[in-house]
């Protein structure tokens, strides 16, 4: 599949053919079995599958418009070849009722709660046990590992190209805080806790105030935020003028159990 898929990205065909989109749904089946991802750690290092991130970006090149037939009065309109995925009551996963929506091909664990409205987006992938509460968005390939708490308003950034570039990653037991925006391949490690209100992105300084540093760019040139810290929202002067203040956000410290008792999961909220 993956050769295939790497010839069709190099090469489209000037018309699509039944045998293009059996290709594409086998693949999305895969995408939604988990068995493949579109960034997976290997030797305890992130890699992006290209592959997966062409397979994904094909779906939309050979999708027609099509028309979404759920409401008489009020269709919606999307390319053919990505509906909405569907879920039984025996994949395990809560979603409240009121607008919440996975798009087919992300891959969603059993034992995720997702609480209305919340959108998860094509190559994303949610691990066990994790809290996606309203106005949440997992975007495109985003990874979120097991028993994050997305809070309220949090947005993961989604990458869909260019296509090696490295996708959002949000290791284990992370909290992601109410209002925060995290972005452009930053890498958030096993037991971070983001304040409400921190937004990052790949040209964010980050200040490491128990280490007196700021963070250094990773080989993703983006940065990833070390296990454990408590990063909250703050600012230093602009280089160019230094009457202006700038964002900045501040590791305060390295997560202790002050930290556990205000970011503690609730387990009756899980399955
Ligand atoms: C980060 C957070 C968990 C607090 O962690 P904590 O370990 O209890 O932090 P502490 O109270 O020990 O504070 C440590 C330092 O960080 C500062 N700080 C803590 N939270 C801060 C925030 N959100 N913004 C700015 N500074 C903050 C404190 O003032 C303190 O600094 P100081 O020592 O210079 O005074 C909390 O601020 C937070 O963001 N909670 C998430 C709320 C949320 O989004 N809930 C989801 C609802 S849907």
Redesign the pocket.
Known sequence: MKQEIIELYNNPPEKWTAKHKALFTAFIDALNKGEIRSCEKENGIWKVNEWVKMGILLGFQMGELTIYQWSEAKPFFDKDTLPEKQFTLADRIRIVPGGSSARNGCYISTGVTIMPPAYINIGAYVDSGTLI?SHSLVGSCAQIGKNVHL??GAIIGGVLEPVGMRPVIIEDDVFV??NTGIYEGIIVQNKV?I???VVITASTPIYDSVREKFLERDSGNSFTIPSKA?V??GSRRLKSNPDFQIACPII??YR?D??DK??ELEQALRI
């Open positions: 509460d809070s309220a805080g109410g806790v304040a409400s209100g408590v909250v929202p305060i410290k202790d002050k930290t205000a970011v």
